[in-house]
């Protein structure tokens, strides 16, 4: 899997002034959020590394295409979850992740999406998730918006910003701090409503 997101990558970056370099990351932002494994973050970087004035609008078309995606999921789920659903789980073996999903959809449906959106959590089991659970779709929306827009804000704005030069690092600990940052916000719903 890392060497065909090196391979993609490779490919992103040689081809960063065409549209079709904009057009695959735009893909691969719709269709993580619903199904495919490979995260667009890296290529957001490399876009971003290459055409630094064009981060913000870089950025805000992965967070569109990524909600969009999540969108995706959330039909799947709630509408084709019998079809699909057990297919994706099974395929990805997301089975134990799955009840889990489940836990924290009856109990904290915001916050369930929105620490799914902004940490390595995978993302897409959430979006199906909320739709098979059928979590109100505008607080699924909200929460989508908010946690997928911190999180490409912070990696457009890092490798803008950061640039290439500490790109290594940042990925090497991005998810060990999102993933921080999610426990975190678990932890104080925890506390405040156990």
């Known amino acids: 899997m890392i060497e065909k997101e090196h391979k993609i990558k490779k490919w992103i970056v040689k081809n960063s002034g065409k549209r079709s370099a904009r057009v695959a990351l735009r893909i691969v932002a719709f269709t993580e959020s619903s199904f495919f494994p490979i995260p667009p973050d890296p290529f957001l970087g490399a876009l971003v590394i290459i055409n630094p004035k064009k981060w913000l609008v870089l950025t805000l ?34 089975a134990d992740e799955f009840i889990i ?29 909320a739709g098979l659970f059928h979590v109100n779709f505008l607080v699924f929306l909200v929460a ?18 950061v640039g290439e030069k500490y790109s290594d690092l940042i990925f090497k600990y991005f998810n060990l701090l999102t993933l921080f940052f999610g426990l975190l916000i678990i932890g104080y719903l925890i506390i405040k409503f156990i």
């Not at 109990?107 to 929105?114: D, G, K, L, M, R």
């Not at 918006?145 to 803008?160: D, Q, Y």
């Open 101 to 129: 999903v489940e836990q924290f959809f009856i109990n904290h449906a915001f916050w369930s999406v929105f620490v799914s959106a902004f940490t390595p959590i995978p993302y897409k089991v959430f979006t199906i998730g």
């Open 144 to 161: 989508s918006i908010l946690g997928r827009g911190l999180r490409f804000l912070f990696v457009g704005s890092i490798f803008r910003y």
């Open 61 to 94: 078309n992965v967070v569109g295409y990524s909600v969009m995606g999540g969108i995706l999921g959330y039909l799947l789920g709630f509408w084709f979850f019998d079809l699909f659903g057990p297919k994706i789980i099974s395929f990805y073996d997301l």
